[in-house]
C-alpha cells in the first residue's frame, strides 16, 4: 500500500472510531480536504437531489426511531437513492415491525429492507469493530484501480457487510471479491440497482478536448 492509501486508510479507521463513539464530534479539516470531497460528490452515481434526500431520511428516521423506542433499540438506517436499509438489534419482533413502519413514514423512502435482528443490542465495543472494519473496506476499495469506490456504500452489523449502491455486474462481482477477502467479514449482503455497461458510460465524465 503506497503513502496516500495508508493516510487515507488511517483518515478512515479514525473517522469510524469517532462516529461510533457517539456525538457530534468536529473532523479536523486534514481528514476531509476540499478536493476529496469534490471528488466524491463527483462520482457518486446518484443525482444531487437524492443524495440530498438520502441524508435527509437518515437523519429524520433516527430521530423519530430514537424519540419512538430511545435506548430500548439499536437501529441504524442507511439510505442510498431513496431506499431505507434498516439494521442493528431489537428485542422483539414488534419492535422490529414498529422501527420499519416509522421509516417508511419518512418522507422520500420509497423503499425498505429491514435487516434488524431480534436479540439483546451489541455492545459499544462491537460497534467500533464494526466501524473499523467499515473503514477497512472504504479503504480497500479505494485502493482497487477498477472501482469507483464512491458508487458503493458500506454498513457493518455484526461482521455482516452490508453494500448499497449503482453498479455494474461486473463492478459488483469485483467489489464482492474485494470485500469478501477481507478479515472479520462474515458475510456480504449486495443492495446493489444493476447498471448496464451503457449506463455506466453515460454516466462518466467525457474526455477532455484535445487542444487545438
Not at 493516510?7 to 479539516?29: D, E, M, N, Y
Not at 464494526?130 to 484501480?145: M, N, P, Q, T, V
Request: charged share 20%; glycine share 8%; hydrophobic share 45%.
Amino acid at each position: 500500500m503506497n503513502t496516500g492509501s495508508m493516510k487515507c486508510s488511517v483518515s478512515l479507521i479514525w473517522g469510524a472510531l469517532l462516529l461510533q463513539l457517539g456525538g457530534c464530534v468536529a473532523v479536523p479539516a486534514l481528514m476531509v480536504g476540499g478536493a476529496a470531497m469534490g471528488t466524491m460528490v463527483a462520482t457518486d452515481r446518484r443525482t444531487p437531489g437524492a443524495v440530498l434526500e438520502d441524508r435527509g431520511i437518515e437523519a429524520k428516521a433516527a430521530l423519530r426511531i430514537r424519540e419512538a423506542l430511545g435506548d430500548a433499540v439499536h437501529v441504524n438506517v442507511s439510505s442510498y437513492n431513496r431506499s431505507a436499509l434498516i439494521t442493528g438489534e431489537v428485542p422483539d419482533e414488534q419492535r422490529k415491525v414498529q422501527v420499519e413502519k416509522i421509516v417508511l413514514a419518512v418522507e422520500n423512502v420509497q423503499k425498505t429492507l429491514n435487516e434488524l435482528a431480534i436479540m439483546e443490542n451489541t455492545s459499544t465495543t462491537a460497534r467500533v469493530s464494526d466501524g473499523i472494519l467499515s473503514s477497512r473496506i472504504r479503504a480497500a476499495l479505494i485502493d482497487e484501480k477498477n472501482l469507483i469506490a464512491n458508487a458503493f456504500k458500506v454498513t457493518t452489523e455484526r461482521g455482516v457487510v452490508y453494500v448499497q449502491g449503482r453498479a455494474t455486474a461486473r463492478e459488483t462481482a469485483l467489489m464482492t471479491e474485494v470485500v469478501s477477502g477481507l478479515s472479520g467479514v462474515t458475510r456480504v449482503v449486495r443492495v446493489v440497482d444493476v447498471l448496464s455497461e451503457e449506463d455506466l458510460s453515460g454516466m462518466l465524465p467525457a474526455p477532455p478536448a484535445l487542444p487545438k
